[in-house]
């Protein structure tokens, strides 16, 4: 009798979390319908004319031509005159030069801020999120102050290009970085950084320390400390994730400091663990259930430690920099190597997998049972390469499935 309720409780409880991250996931698609993408939105004549403009415009500040903003400005005017812009309904007052139109949600705001970053026009970026919110980002037009486009991001949380600036001459570089409030990533950036920043600082991680935020009500703006580098290339990628890993496990987390959105997980794994459980329904329905139960074992009974959350090469400077902490959280173990595994899944074989988690991350992690790691690190492998754009063929993740599952029901862990 003991045992039929304890099985319907746990039937019932497996049922509760599935079900709530179907909500989730639901919710996170639902507010991504109208998210912001280069190809989709602009289409393919005005990327290749934004690309081109850029190109030549990171040329002109390499090699200091002095009139380089006059050369911006002129490729700008010539863009606003021969180009008709896709997906949009009316142009902002500040880039026709004419009307009261104004961005109105995200989506537009993200839309011509990447298209006047591309030409370096810092007044009309400026002008865009002063007309949005009340917050006011750095002033491009200030005296001895430098100002300069740095790169672009595909996130649903943070404006799709981010700036570089110096407020005098001799001054520390700062990154800028403007978040949408509604969204919780601002909220899980100042949350690691609170929690962690200093500890991993210590450790050798360098997360480059945050020095200022401007919060307006749809807006938050951080200020970080510049950091300079490569990205890694891929042969050091998971030597180097390795001791981010440990890093991030061994130091000390006052845990009453942890912002509650930080113990959730985040909406992309949601989504990723989503579209997995779909595809375990069409190619593997069998092993929907035990792999339910799986989740559910790891979710309630795996330690948890930080982890940065979106942890590969691109976020790895060859400085040690680890940038982009937006997705940072207090998840199972397991969770960044999964990651890092997931990206790097290709054509590899089930074994050499396992024997690149074996060879990276099962040892030298005090307090850690090595089965927990490697089972859950290939258990986020798993979700994150079938939930993901497929990183893998469908004969691998089928084996990663089977392997995750009968590690489960053998007791191992």
């Given amino acids: 009798m003991c045992l039929r309720i304890l099985k319907l409780w746990k039937l019932r409880f497996v049922t509760d979390f599935t079900s709530d991250i179907d909500t989730a996931s639901a919710n996170v698609v639902a507010s991504e319908e109208r998210s912001f993408d280069a190809k989709r939105d602009l289409g393919r004549s005005l990327v290749r004319k934004l690309k081109r403009a850029r190109v030549q415009l990171v040329a002109a500040r390499k090699l200091k031509i002095p009139a380089r903003q006059v050369f911006a400005d002129k490729l700008w005017n010539q863009c606003l005159s021969s180009t008709s812009f896709p997906s949009i309904d009316a142009v902002p007052a500040i880039i026709s030069g004419s009307g009261t139109a104004v961005c109105n949600s995200w989506w537009e705001l993200k839309y011509w801020t990447f298209i006047a970053s591309c030409f370096e026009q810092h007044r009309v970026y400026e002008g865009l999120l002063a007309e949005y919110d009340t917050v006011r980002p750095f002033v491009s037009s200030q005296p001895g102050g430098e100002v300069w486009f740095f790169g672009s991001g595909h996130g649903r949380s943070t404006l799709n290009t981010y700036r570089c600036i110096r407020g005098a001459k001799g001054a520390v570089w700062q990154f800028e970085k403007v978040y949408n409030r509604s969204d919780e990533d601002f909220c899980r950036m100042l949350s690691m950084e609170s929690c962690a920043g200093d500890q991993l600082r210590a450790r050798g991680v360098f997360v480059p320390p945050l020095l200022d935020t401007k919060l307006g009500s749809r807006v938050g703006l951080s200020y970080s400390t510049f950091a300079k580098g490569r990205r890694l290339n891929a042969s050091r990628e998971f030597e180097r994730g390795n001791k981010v ?20 997980y985040h909406p992309n794994f949601l989504e990723a663990l989503s579209k997995a459980r779909n595809w375990i329904r069409r190619k593997k329905p069998e092993l929907s259930s035990a792999f339910e139960e799986v989740a559910v074992t790891i979710d309630q009974h795996y330690p948890r430690y930080l982890a940065h959350g979106d942890l590969h090469r691109k976020n790895m400077l060859t ?18 190597p999964g990651m890092m595994i997931a990206r790097s899944l290709g054509q590899r074989h089930i074994d050499e997998v396992e024997q690149a988690l074996r060879q990276y991350f099962s040892s030298g992690i005090s307090d850690v049972p090595s089965t927990y790691l490697s089972h859950g690190s290939l258990f986020y492998a798993f979700v994150f390469g079938a939930g993901k754009t497929p990183f893998a063929r469908d004969s691998l993740l ?15 862990p």
């Fill in 245 to 264: 890993v440990k890093a991030l496990m061994a130091s000390p987390i006052d845990e009453s400091r942890l912002s509650s959105v930080v113990r959730c």
């Fill in 319 to 336: 400085s040690g920099a680890v940038l982009d902490w937006d997705n940072s959280g207090f998840y199972p173990v397991g969770y960044d």
């Fill in 398 to 412: 089928v084996a990663m499935l089977e392997k995750i599952v009968k590690q489960a029901e053998s007791g191992r």
